[in-house]
């Protein structure tokens, strides 16, 4: 069995709070900023924001630690990588193609990650992150360097539909891992409304099925997700076994910046998913007492110039040179010394 | 001041263009950085294009309701070199630059470079139905029979300069009879049995000459000619010019009539002479040269005969140069002084005529004028020409012409 | 006392479990039961922990492996039948083969695949999935066809940084036995002459390899024809020099395959042949391989819907009489 890690029951405090409500702001600026570079032509490929989920993913990357943990984020979890710990800087480039990014030019946008930092990269496959955070754990477990650690992943309501998603998630429990899976249910797989999509009244009723602890909570609410998914990775962190956590919220944008989600309806829209978490946020850190107008207010500045500096460093940087490219998939000798003869014109 | 473009952004994965709703800005006005200047649509949704840093709109190349390829530059927007330096931003050219410079540092020319994504034209209309312009295979299918060369043959053979020819002696034991590798080989080891010597380089470039002519479909006609009106004249000329110049003479007049004859074919054209210039044959060691008289048709037999007695002399030392043998249309050639009486010469590779003419030989014809027998000197020519640009009865007519000629010698 | 095909992969993954504390195996049935082939019988006993029964979810089953790989394990997952990876295709040529190009972490994952035929097992129980996997940039492929081969491959695999598809031959499995494990040496990527000879050559691989060697006997007894076989040992990468030399000396190309016949490593070899040795094809270069059908259950069509010596006879008679 495991040991249980020293860190006990959870507390949202001030300071925890803050890190969340930064990285959610430098989520949402940073999500603008490349939205204007894609409308501007600058990016090209597509950009996919998590407008609308920040709390929900900044609340679960807060609780996690590069180096340490091992997180698989999708495609909407910009706030939940850069409360991890991701720069700005890895993020422009990626997006920009500079060679010096992760990625090299190779791949783009939201597939960038440090596998090595427990930061993986994600595919565009859905549900197939679930079971490679799994092994990565199982790894740490037969190395004997897994206590303390906590695998994550999140999902979309759509990924649910997946074989890989279920299997992933049932490998995830047969092994007992401590690992936290977190549904994002916003409503819509791109334009496929959820009654489409499953037709039981709450996903994490399948918690059960799976033999997992399932938690629920209102996505827009930072101080209620901030709740839920400490209280959740801290479980999971002591030996309690894997996690599944819904959290009932609206995209605020369309499933791409190409898409002006015209189908989401104006109901939808004033419903309660259809809050904005960072205004809900800034109140609540307000009204908390935890920031003051003011300091948000810098705090805008702040970020902002931050971002301003990365676009700026990741344009001038140089973009991956087709003539000079190592055309070669493969790392072994092998693949290099082969006879292979392909004609890679 | 540095001018940013403004383009028309990617709008989706598959979008190649889109419609200019909107202009919400004009030339001169100052904008901010990422803000929406130009409303766009496609059959997807509707957008703004933002700009990536702040300035002065310098040109707006796009109107309103216009579509434009993904990547087109809509306008242009002047920034301060400082605002330039803060956004990171590229200015107009850079981009173009940049690839350049890398394609040159790779050593490939910008024609050659990668240019899959290149998409100003917006796309192409692709085209719905091609029809063969070929019924059927040009060749019976399958039928490939001894004739058929396999690649490794065709390797072997080049090894050992050897042309389809050369083989045409082997009895193949392949399929449908074609000669393989190993019975190649194995009539190399028997000829290796028989003396051999090596032909000359003259003997090569003959057989190289007649092997290529070969290939087409060549046909001989023949038609009799009397030869005592030209000798006659000729015995009271001085110097004597020779029969065959008298031939040639009457050949390039006869041509001259009818030039089409002396066409030259090349795919679904025919090549019409240029200058009514025809070689003549001159036998010489271990091979035939074919040395080209200039302009026969505007020239006189005694005009002609001292540029011909120099040429057949050069011939005959091997003196000939590049110049006096290209550009022929046509060969005349006198077997008639090997003493034969008949024979099918074969034009060379680049001409589709050859005229022949044999030895005289005296016979007795009926005279109603003397009522009697009297001699007469009567020779064959013969024309070989190309049946893909003639035919026989053109043939014909040519060589009644030619004998006709040469009964007024005086006119040649 | 011989040792069989089998034996040598069980062997080769108790070497790597013992030598290397990074391998562990992965997939169904495989702990305590040893296996639906016993490849990983006692397996289990010995190291407890590092043989582990997996639920069956073949697309888990490579996601885990490649989680663990990124964390520098070197798995081994068996795939209970090659077939069933349809089920995993999405973790193997998207996930884990696209990885090291993508990110720069190599995956050192190894699929063990029991490949192709065997009397009665059927359309579900018999497929050769190589071709599939080599068309993915990313992904070595390995057929080993002898005992030797199944050894020092399985072991070179694991061994190798990249994700590794091992096709191992189940008709091979017991079927096929040697001395010992001792091998020539020759390193993935390297083809080998399993028979010499003059007239023409096969190209072939995993159990392929030895129905074109019966061929070739029967060939050498009707006609005195020498024929050369080629054992790709691994069809990615494809040793292009080794076939290109052989058809060098013969001029004559049979490319052998237990896989369907549209694509695949055998029109990877014509088509190399082709456009690399042209000039040297005395014959048009002929391809032998499964029907196009599903493979059947009933022996006699079976034995049939694969090439056999004697459709390699016919096939080669023709090829020397062109």
């Known amino acids: ?345 | 001041m540095p001018e940013v473009p403004i383009l028309m952004p990617q709008l989706g994965e598959s979008i190649a263009e889109a419609t200019i709703i909107r202009l919400a800005v004009s030339v001169g006005d100052t904008v901010e950085t990422d803000q929406e200047i130009i409303e766009v649509e496609t059959n997807k949704a509707t957008m703004g294009v933002t700009t990536l840093c702040s300035g002065v709109m310098k040109e707006i190349y796009a109107t309103e309701a216009q579509s434009y390829a993904v990547g087109s530059v809509l306008g242009l927007l002047e920034a301060t070199q400082e605002e330039v330096e803060r956004t990171g931003v590229s200015v107009a050219g850079s981009e173009e630059e940049k690839d350049r410079a890398l394609a040159e540092g790779a050593g490939v020319r910008e024609d050659e470079a990668n240019l899959h994504f290149k998409t100003e034209d917006g796309g192409v209309f692709e085209r719905r139905v091609v029809e063969p312009n070929v019924k059927g295979l040009p060749v019976p299918a399958g039928k490939k029979g001894s004739l058929y060369i396999s690649p490794r043959m065709r390797a072997r053979m080049d090894e050992l300069g050897l042309q389809a020819a050369d083989i045409s002696a082997i009895p193949g034991t392949g399929r449908g009879g074609r000669v393989t590798v190993e019975d190649l080989e194995s009539f190399l080891e028997y000829i290796d049995t028989w003396p051999s010597s090596p032909a000359s380089p003259m003997r090569l470039a003959v057989a190289d000459a007649m092997r290529r002519s070969w290939m087409r479909p060549l046909a001989s006609v023949g038609h009799p000619v009397v030869l005592d009106h030209v000798l006659d004249y000729r015995r009271q000329q001085s110097p004597k010019p020779g029969l065959t110049l008298y031939v040639l003479r009457a050949f390039a007049i006869a041509l001259r009539e009818e030039p089409t004859a002396a066409g030259f074919l090349m795919g679904d054209r025919i090549v019409h002479p240029r200058a009514f210039d025809i070689g003549v044959a001159v036998q010489v060691n271990d091979g035939v040269m074919v040395p080209i008289v200039r302009h026969t048709d505007t020239k006189s037999v005694p005009e002609l005969a001292e540029e011909y007695a120099l040429l057949v002399d050069q011939a005959r030392n091997r003196r000939l140069g590049e110049s006096e043998l290209k550009g022929g249309i046509a060969t005349v050639t006198n077997f008639g002084t090997f003493g034969l009486t008949w024979g099918t010469p074969i034009p060379l590779p680049n001409e589709s005529l050859i005229l022949g003419v044999s030895a005289g030989v005296k016979r007795p014809v009926w005279s109603e004028q003397v009522n009697a027998f009297i001699p007469v000197t009567e020779a064959e020519l013969v024309l070989t020409f190309d049946h893909r640009v003639i035919d026989g009865g053109d043939a014909g007519r040519l060589l009644k012409r030619v004998a006709e000629l040469l009964a007024k010698p005086s006119e040649l | 006392m011989p040792v069989t095909y089998i034996d040598a992969i069980r062997e080769a993954q108790l070497y790597l479990l013992e030598t290397d504390p990074d391998v562990f195996l992965y997939g169904q049935d495989i702990g305590e039961f040893g296996g639906a082939f016993k490849a990983t019988k006692g397996l289990q006993e010995r190291f407890p922990g590092r043989v582990k029964d997996a639920p069956i979810s073949e697309d888990a089953m490579i996601g885990v492996a490649v989680g663990a790989a990124i964390e520098g394990m070197k798995p081994i997952v068996e795939m209970q039948f090659a077939d069933f990876s349809s089920i995993a295709f999405n973790q193997i040529v998207n996930q884990a083969a696209t990885h090291y190009y993508r990110t720069g972490v190599s995956i050192p994952l190894t699929v063990r695949m029991p490949s192709g035929g065997t009397p009665g097992s059927g359309p579900f129980h018999s497929q050769s999935m190589e071709s599939i996997y080599a068309h993915y940039p990313g992904i070595v492929v390995v057929t080993p066809a002898t005992v030797a081969d199944a050894y020092s491959m399985l072991i070179e695999s694991v061994q190798c940084p990249d994700p590794v598809v091992y096709c191992e031959h189940k008709f091979l499995y017991r079927w096929l036995k040697a001395e010992d494990f001792k091998g020539d040496g020759l390193p993935i990527g390297k083809a080998r002459i399993t028979r010499s000879g003059k007239h023409a050559t096969v190209v072939a691989y995993s159990a392929m390899v030895h129905e074109a060697v019966r061929a070739a006997d029967i060939l050498q007894r009707e006609g005195g024809w020498e024929i050369e076989v080629v054992d790709l040992r691994s069809v990615k990468p494809m040793d292009t020099d080794t076939i290109i030399a052989s058809v060098a000396r013969t001029g004559r190309l049979l490319a052998l395959g237990e896989a369907f016949p549209w694509g695949g490593v055998s029109a990877e070899v014509v088509s190399r042949v082709v456009a690399e040795g042209f000039h040297l094809l005395d014959a048009p270069p002929m391809r032998l391989n499964a029907k196009d059908t599903p493979v059947p259950y009933h022996p006699k069509l079976w034995a049939a819907h694969r090439p056999t010596p004697e459709s390699v006879c016919v096939a080669l008679r023709q090829l020397l009489a062109y």
């Not at chain 1, 010096?100 to 990269?121: F, V, W």
């Not at chain 1, 799976?210 to 997700?225: E, K, Q, R």
């Open chain 1, 1 to 345: 069995m495991e040991k249980p890690s020293p860190i006990s029951k959870f507390e949202l405090n001030a300071e925890h709070g803050r890190a969340l409500f930064r990285a959610m702001l430098t989520s949402r600026m940073l999500e603008a900023k490349l939205s204007s570079l894609y409308k501007a032509g600058k990016i090209v490929g597509g950009v996919y924001l998590g407008k609308g989920q920040e709390a929900l993913s900044a609340s679960l990357g807060i609780c996690l630690k590069q180096g340490r943990d091992v997180f698989a984020p999708l495609i909407r979890d910009q706030a939940g990588r850069t409360a991890m710990g991701e720069e700005i800087i890895e993020v422009t480039r990626t997006y920009l193609g500079s060679v010096e990014g992760p990625m090299r030019g190779r791949d783009g946008n939201i597939h960038r990650g440090r596998p090595k930092d427990g930061m993986l990269a994600m595919i565009s496959h859905l549900g197939a992150a679930v079971s490679v955070v799994a092994g990565a754990l199982m790894a740490k477990r037969l190395r004997g360097t897994l206590a303390g650690v906590v695998g994550a992943t999140c999902v979309g309501d759509g990924a649910t539909s997946t074989g890989a998603f279920h299997e992933g998630l049932n490998v995830v429990a047969v092994e007992k891992l401590p690992m936290v899976v977190v549904i994002a249910n916003n409503q819509y797989a791109y334009s496929t409304p959820t009654q489409s999509q499953f037709a039981c009244e709450n996903l994490i009723d399948r918690a059960l099925g799976y033999g997992l602890v399932g938690h629920s909570v209102d996505g827009t609410d930072m101080l209620a997700c901030a709740e839920v998914l400490g209280e959740a990775v801290a479980r999971a962190r002591r030996g309690e076994g894997p996690q599944l956590v819904e959290a009932k919220l609206l995209r605020l944008s369309g499933h791409g910046e190409h898409d002006d989600a015209s189908y989401v309806s104006e109901v939808m829209r004033e419903s309660h998913a259809g809050r904005d978490c960072m205004e809900v946020a800034r109140a609540q850190m307000l009204e908390k007492g935890w920031h003051s107008g003011s300091e948000i207010a810098d705090l805008e500045a702040e970020v902002s110039e931050q971002i301003v500096a990365a676009v700026a460093m990741a344009q001038k940087e140089n973009v991956p040179n087709p003539y000079t490219e190592d055309w070669c998939a493969i790392a072994s000798a092998i693949g290099r010394t082969s006879v292979e003869s392909e004609l890679c014109l």
